[in-house]
């Protein structure tokens, strides 16, 4: 949802643009809606996994080769998950790190080796202040989103020289399916403000972001509550 509403805000007239996703029939929703409002010169779909590991250079090999260039991948694919299932069900275990973060990382080594021979390009992906700190309730998502935030962090340092931006987008609560019938209901950001603000980023940004922004000082108490304290609060 957040990147549907972020491929909609930031595509142009004129934008050579993938929509890549597991559904067919929602991918071909979201070409129609982005042809008939930003007037792009082309959209293609491709159906992706983020478990099809062993697909994922050729896939985006594919992709480059049609669209003749990568300029900005926008990543946001990842499940919450059944945390209390998956502390014994491996299978959910793998699904949570797989869609959160080894399947992503897999497909941006292939997409970084691509932008750093053209010397251009940014890479952003949608991770989680759950990456910040891993808490009892959530912590194999967490543990994934962290992994992802710092495989990010090298990759940025890696391509610093090179011209290709990295940005982490950490987000809080935002109104999705993803976190429906969840608490917190009065910190949730709507899906269109955060699409337009990843928007806004993409100009010049590279690093972590917090969105929304106040997201930064409250990981930043949490962070440092001492241990003994963050395990009696049960979060
Ligand atoms: N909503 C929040 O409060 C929140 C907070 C922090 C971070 N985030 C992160 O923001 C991103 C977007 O989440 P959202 O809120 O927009 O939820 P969403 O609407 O459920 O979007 C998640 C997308 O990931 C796709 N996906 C999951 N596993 C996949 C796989 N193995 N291969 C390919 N696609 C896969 C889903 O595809 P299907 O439709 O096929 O299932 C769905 O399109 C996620 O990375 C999420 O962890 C969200």
Redesign the pocket.
């Known amino acids: 949802?957040?990147?549907r509403q972020a491929t909609l805000e930031m595509v142009r007239p004129g934008d050579r643009v993938c929509l890549a996703?597991?559904?067919a029939s929602?991918l071909s929703r979201i070409a129609s809606d982005l042809q008939i409002r930003r007037k792009p010169e082309l959209v293609i779909t491709r159906l992706?996994?983020?478990?099809d590991f062993g697909d994922h250079q050729r896939f985006i090999e594919e992709i480059h080769q049609t669209l003749g260039a990568l300029d900005i991948i926008l990543v946001?694919?990842?499940?919450?998950g059944d945390q209390i299932a998956a502390r014994s069900s491996i299978p959910a275990i793998r699904e949570i790190l797989?869609?959160?973060f080894v399947?992503i990382a897999t497909l941006l080594s292939s997409v970084a080796n691509i932008m750093e021979s053209q010397r251009s390009g940014i890479i952003a992906v949608?991770?989680?202040?759950?990456g910040d700190r891993g808490r009892q309730s959530n912590y194999i998502y967490g543990s994934a989103?962290s992994g992802m935030t710092a495989y990010l962090s090298g990759l940025r340092n890696r391509l610093s020289d090179s011209g290709v931006r990295v940005l982490t987008i950490k987000?809080?609560?935002?109104d999705?399916?993803?976190?429906a019938g969840m608490g917190g209901a009065f910190l949730r950001a709507s899906?269109y403000y955060i699409g337009r603000r990843i928007v806004a980023k993409l100009d010049g940004e590279s690093g972590n972001v917090y969105l929304p922004w106040f997201w930064r000082y409250i990981m930043l108490v949490i962070v440092h509550i001492p241990e003994g304290i963050f395990r009696r609060l049960k979060l």
């Open positions: 949802m957040i990147c996703a597991r559904n929602e992706f996994d983020t478990n946001g694919t990842g499940v919450l797989n869609s959160n399947g949608l991770s989680s202040v759950a989103k987000l809080g609560f935002v999705t399916r993803m976190i899906p």
